[in-house]
């Protein structure tokens, strides 16, 4: 029997202290055929010194490709791998450079893909085992979401995390065909790609963790292990007073310029029912905040939600 061929599509920047260890497991996977395109974001350390270092240390039946390219971010980064990457797999996996994955990461993910329908958007994500520098274990992050993952919490919440998700040939073939041209609107690759399959085809979540998800000072993005209050006044600071101004509003509305022929008509009134009570009274924004379909997985984060959309801050 064939085993199923998997993309791996890794993004390096100034990771020389640990790739290795993350390349070594990516090798370690069982069960599957693996090629691995490797984009650096215009490194300065010895990354890619390491990595052509690997490269020719391991078994040819592994196809390593290694693109060199200037620093255009975490989110163009990863859209460039898209582009780069032959569509000829059968299923597709985004890598982050300094974790650790479980040798059956990827033929887990596959046999939970394969008992789906193969003819519509699937992505598979899972918790994270949240680790240290030294791979010792935190907490697992994040938890299974209570609530659906559909369109109405895409829209609002990213659930899945990057470096857990692998894509099905559908998702990527349209994703790799209609990546935005302008980026700026865009919160992050992985939110991108969830609000796409949750609005037209189906996530599954695994909450069995199938990485060691490394936290240290040089993450752009992760987990926390912070006080409970003081995460919650960091991120309404960065609501009210930050970089997270108008961000959600953003996102919807390049989705909608996209997308909005392929919405149902339910879809469609949501997302512009959203963007629009948005600039209405406050009246309105209360009535719509009360009431709107839009929803994050967790109660305290559901009404910071509401409240950001009162004062006009999504």
Not at 97 to 104: G, I, L
Not at 107 to 112: D, K, P, T
Not at 140 to 157: D, F, G, H, T, Y
Not at 183 to 193: A, C, K, N, P
């Amino acid at each position: 029997m064939n085993q199923s061929k998997v993309c791996v599509m890794l993004s390096t920047y100034n990771g020389a202290k640990y790739i290795e260890e993350q390349l070594e497991s990516l090798i370690a996977q069982r069960h599957i055929e693996m090629d691995i395109y490797i984009r650096d974001d215009g490194s300065s350390d010895g990354t890619l010194l390491k990595i052509h270092k690997f490269a020719e240390s391991i078994p040819q039946e592994i196809g390593i490709h290694v693109f060199e390219g200037e620093n255009v971010g975490v989110i163009g980064s990863f859209f460039e791998l898209m582009r780069l990457t032959q569509p000829k797999y059968d299923f597709y996996a985004f890598c982050d450079q300094d974790d650790v994955w479980k040798p059956d990461k990827l033929s887990r993910a596959v046999e939970q893909l394969q008992s789906r329908s193969s003819d519509i958007p699937l992505m598979y994500c899972s918790s994270t085992q949240m680790v240290d520098q030294e791979l010792n274990h935190l907490n697992i992050w994040p938890q299974l979401p209570p609530k659906p993952l559909s369109m109405r919490n895409a829209l609002v919440e990213n659930c899945c995390v990057g470096c857990t998700m692998v894509l099905n040939s559908v998702t990527f073939e349209h994703l790799r065909m209609n990546l935005p041209s302008d980026q700026t609107s865009i919160i992050m690759h992985d939110w991108w790609i969830y609000l796409i399959v949750a609005s037209f085809g189906e996530v599954i979540f695994d909450k069995e963790p199938m990485i060691l998800y490394r936290q240290h000072q040089g993450n752009v993005l992760g987990g926390s292990n912070d006080k409970l209050f003081t995460k919650w006044k960091n991120r309404w600071n960065r609501f009210m007073n930050g970089k997270n101004h108008f961000i959600l509003s953003k996102q919807a509305s390049a989705f909608f310029e996209i997308y909005k022929d392929r919405l149902s008509t339910q879809q469609q009134e949501d997302i512009q029912h959203f963007l629009y009570q948005r600039d209405r009274s406050l009246h309105n924004r209360i009535s719509y905040a009360l009431n709107m379909p839009f929803y994050r997985q967790a109660s305290l984060d559901n009404l910071v939600l509401k409240l950001i959309y009162v004062m006009k801050k999504v």
